[in-house]
């Protein structure tokens, strides 16, 4: 997907700072403006410096390229600075098995905005200015972030004239968002947002107020999906969209799309059908909650509400087992003592679920046998393709969810990408994937006999 | 095992030249460097002379011991401390007694060494960190036998008991220490609320201090070099004491504005103020560094803690001048006024630079005065360089708003604190529109003519 080889990530925060007479008169807009214009010129001075997060590299981008490391000049290619760079894990790459795992994409290189305030321009002492007029003084941090991507060959000045550039543009979107928002004295923080859009527009960054809730922002969005032409029935700009950076850990802990480690089989004439986006895998035991032997469906529930929570669709938190149970006790569907007891649920229940806590509506297949689960390939290809969320399966006695497939329209053949809900250990992704807990089954995986049914979450029409 | 003061041997031949009346006591104090293996004395200074006004203290008849002013001791070590720079402080305090009263020496010199360090930190912008020393010396000298008694004692721990500790006189001591150097550009904006004279100092505590949290937590670059780490300053060079020749290593500082404080906000702070106050320009910084392998980020410590005081310093002397000469109408004036600009002159002994703050209507005469008086020392003026921070421009208070009745009390006010003057310097007169400072000095003459008449 992503083309480039590096992300190089700049942050810091400047203070915006002014001085209003009068909040509400004509004069402050210009006043706000000024302010800005000065933070714009603090950018492209001389004083700016970057440096390279756990390296000693420092970088002056306005002095015609300067950096305190003899060997990096004008001319080094961007790459040149990961050898500078320590990682915290000793910078590991190896994997015991390097076969069924892929690459992990571009390397983020961080670095940090900051000043110089020695070296001044002239030498003047000190004085002391006092004015004493009444005026509403106005402090506020602004949490500049800018990222760009590049291939390795690109040349690192370019790079920092690159992101000095973004640093003058965010300071424009940020001036724009905050005299949009702004009423009298109360000033909303900018916040930047990355987006991963589909090229060519690539990474992009939109400026959002801090505090208006997304769904207030509908206009905002439905501009910029105009502006980059992105289809307008699915969410590409909600703040849960944003990108998420390769380096950043997840602070929930939760394990994200761990099938993008395995490689899919290898089928002749057979096409891949994946689930699109972000989910987070939930399985027996995780959260304190000893579910080992009838939570499997609950898990696969939870599976599907992070698929929408990440896609921007909702912006309630997953729901616990109780929440479920409670939920099904409120359409009727269960008797109060329901909830906290051990009872089993299957597909019908997780589409009830899913309608009365994320308002999400699902199609239900059913499926009479096992064996005829192989012959389901067009239905569940097309759903992956156009729906594109994960599929809770149940059956038996067991509940699975169905990732994606792998299935040749000409010979019929099919494999399964199951992620497994009956996994009771810990979020170690090297066991999860060998064990193939998340990995590719044949239709002999199904119990042949059995009935199934299948619960197929579909997509609001909504940015 | 106690701590280890190595003296220069020029401060054991100051000390062995003072003169006490007999009977009498000496005070003074004792400065240097201190590192967590060993300590650096470079000067030592007795206590001035008091210039007491009206009538003489009675003694109180006890004892020579408890006449030692220590409030005026304090003083003396507040203003030494402002004359030293990075890297340097006030290391402790010594005191000549006659040998009767060597037995309660101790007791004095505990009680004085407490209070020094307690008025010394008063306003300081910046915290002690964990590795910083917390003992200080004190030398006891009997007046007679010359005999020399140095202990310790934990300022930290208001009931640590006298440590001993060894006292070595060496040569040279602080001949080859490296000197850092930098000028740092300031522009701070202050807001101000409310209008009293304790709200202006307390709001440009609350700014000065938020500025000195960025200069501690900036980046800091020491000839070129990441001082962040463990790693030694010089590394990789033949450490040779008897060399004379001074490294100057310029230190390069580089702040965020990220602020813990303003965190996590979705919003602006916004403050009503009444006002504003601006710091700007252009301060010279230095800071010396022992050479017994020193590390980097001690390096830095210095020179960002001298950054600091220097900019708190003049501020404080400016602020308490103000409070004399404009009493409580510090809220009502504007305009742009110069603080008092650092110069700097070569150190009794050592060869270090101390430095003072020179306002814009002194000279170097000025200087040189305040240097005999509080450093015990001759300093020609052709020796103190003003040529680090240039004079500000000329400035012009303007709008200087007094209202008409409180006229003649300020007048007064002035006159009278004038004769109450304790201060060691001398207090200067402002700058002011010539049609201005003869209008008001008319009108104030005028009216205390009426007053008086």
Redesign the interface.
């Known amino acids: 997907m992503l083309q480039c080889d590096f992300i190089f990530r700049l942050k ?6 002014c ?1 209003l007479d009068n909040p509400n008169g004509v004069q402050s807009q210009s006043t706000i403006s000024k302010s800005f214009q000065d933070l714009r010129s603090k950018v492209t001075s001389k004083n700016i ?1 970057f ?1 390279v997060c756990n390296s ?1 590299v ?1 970088i002056w981008p306005n002095t015609g390229f300067q950096s ?1 490391v003899e060997s990096l000049t004008e001319a080094s290619a961007c790459g040149d600075i990961l050898q500078w760079i320590e990682s915290d894990d000793g910078g590991s790459k190896k994997s015991s098995k390097k076969k069924d795992k892929k690459k992990s994409g571009p390397t983020v290189v961080n670095m ?30 602004l949490p500049l972030d800018c990222a760009l991507s590049v291939t390795t060959d690109e040349r690192l000045e370019t790079v920092c004239t690159g992101l000095v550039e973004a640093l003058n543009k965010q300071l424009a979107d940020m001036e724009e968002v905050v005299l949009q928002y702004r009423k009298g ?5 900018p916040q930047p947002f990355h987006f991963q859009l589909p090229e060519p527009a690539g990474l992009i960054t939109v400026v959002y107020p ?2 208006v809730p997304d769904s207030q922002l509908q206009a905002v969005r439905e501009d910029l999906h105009r502006k980059f032409e992105l289809p307008c029935d699915r969410p590409y700009l909600r703040r849960a969209n944003a990108f998420h950076f390769p380096d950043a850990a997840y602070k929930d802990g939760y394990l994200r799309n761990p099938h993008i480690h395995l490689n899919p089989p290898n089928i002749e004439d057979a096409k891949l059908y994946l689930v699109q986006g972000v989910y987070s895998y939930h399985h027996y035991m995780q959260d304190h909650v000893d579910d080992n032997g009838w939570g499997c469906a609950y898990r696969s529930l939870q599976t599907i509400c992070s698929w929408f929570q990440q896609q921007g669709y909702v912006e309630t938190a997953v729901p616990t087992h109780t929440q479920i149970q409670q939920a099904l006790v409120d359409v009727g569907d269960k008797e109060p003592r329901f909830v906290g007891s051990r009872q089993w649920i299957g597909s019908i229940e997780v589409q009830a679920v899913l309608n009365q806590l994320l308002g999400v509506t699902s199609k239900i297949m059913f499926v009479s046998q096992g064996s005829e689960l192989a012959t389901k390939g067009r239905e569940l290809a097309n759903h992956f393709q156009t729906e594109g969320t994960p599929v809770m399966i149940g059956g038996g006695v067991l509940a699975h969810t169905i990732l994606g497939v792998v299935w040749s329209e000409n010979t019929g053949q099919i494999r399964f990408l199951i992620l497994d809900p009956h996994y009771t250990g810990g979020e170690d992704l090297q066991t999860i994937t060998d064990k193939g807990w998340c990995g590719w089954k044949g239709p002999e995986f199904w119990d042949q006999n059995a009935y199934y049914n299948l619960c197929l979450p579909q997509r609001p029409k909504t940015i | 095992m106690g701590r280890s003061y190595f003296v220069d041997e020029a401060v054991g031949e100051y000390l062995s030249g003072l003169q006490a009346a007999p009977g009498s006591c000496v005070t003074g104090l004792l400065a240097g460097q201190s590192s967590p293996q060993r300590d650096f004395v470079v000067l030592a200074v007795q206590t001035p002379h008091r210039e007491s006004e009206g009538q003489l203290k009675a003694p109180k008849g006890v004892s020579p011991l408890d006449d030692i002013d220590v409030e005026w001791v304090t003083e003396h070590a507040k203003q030494v401390s402002r004359m030293l720079p990075g890297g340097l402080c006030v290391l402790g305090l010594f005191l000549v007694t006659p040998p009767e009263l060597s037995k309660d020496a101790q007791n004095g010199l505990k009680r004085l060494i407490f209070a020094v360090e307690k008025y010394i930190i008063k306003g300081r912008l910046w915290e002690l960190s964990e590795e910083d020393v917390t003992d200080r010396v004190t030398l006891h000298i009997c007046s007679k036998t010359k005999k020399l008694l140095c202990k310790t004692f934990d300022v930290k721990d208001p009931k640590s008991s006298a440590k001993p500790a060894d006292w070595k006189y060496q040569t040279g001591i602080s001949s080859s220490w490296p000197m850092l150097t930098c000028s740092v550009e300031v522009d701070l904006q202050i807001p101000v609320t409310g209008s009293s004279s304790d709200n202006t100092d307390k709001c440009m505590k609350d700014g000065l201090r938020r500025w000195a949290k960025q200069i501690e937590a900036a980046y800091c670059l020491i000839n070129g070099r990441q001082a962040l780490d463990d790693s030694e300053l010089i590394s990789g060079q033949k450490k040779n004491p008897k060399t004379t020749n001074r490294q100057t290593l310029p230190a390069r500082i580089f702040v965020s504005d990220e602020q813990s404080e303003l965190g996590e906000r979705s919003s602006a702070l916004v403050q009503v103020c009444s006002g504003s106050m601006r710091v700007r320009g252009v301060v010279h910084c230095r800071a010396y560094i022992h050479n017994n392998k020193p590390k980097a980020r001690h390096a830095a410590q210095a020179i960002k803690r001298d950054i600091i005081n220097t900019v708190c310093s003049r501020v404080e002397m400016f602020l308490e001048d103000l409070c004399i000469n404009e009493g409580s109408q510090k809220g009502l004036c504007s305009g742009q006024q110069a603080l008092p600009r650092r110069v700097f002159a070569p150190m009794p002994i050592s060869g270090l630079s101390v430095c003072d703050y020179m306002f814009p209507d002194e000279s170097t005469a000025d200087v040189a005065e305040r240097l005999k008086e509080m450093l015990d020392c001759e300093t020609p003026e052709e020796d103190i360089d003003t040529s680090l921070e240039n004079n500000q421009l000329f400035s012009i208070i303007s709008g200087f708003e007094i209202t008409d009745s409180q006229d003649d009390d300020s007048s007064k006010h002035v006159s009278e604190i004038q004769a109450e003057n304790h201060k060691i310097q001398k207090p200067p007169k402002y700058y002011a529109g010539v049609a201005l400072a003869a209008a008001i000095a008319l009108l104030a003459t005028a009216t205390s003519l009426l007053y008086f008449s």
Do not use: D, W, Y
């Open positions: 810091g925060i400047l203070e915006f700072a001085q410096v440096t000693p420092l305190s940090k905005l900051l000043f110089e305030v020695t070296e001044p321009a002239g030498n003047t002492a000190p004085s002391l200015i006092r004015v004493s007029t009444q005026q509403h003084c106005v402090k506020m941090p004295s109360s000033f909303l923080v801090a505090g």
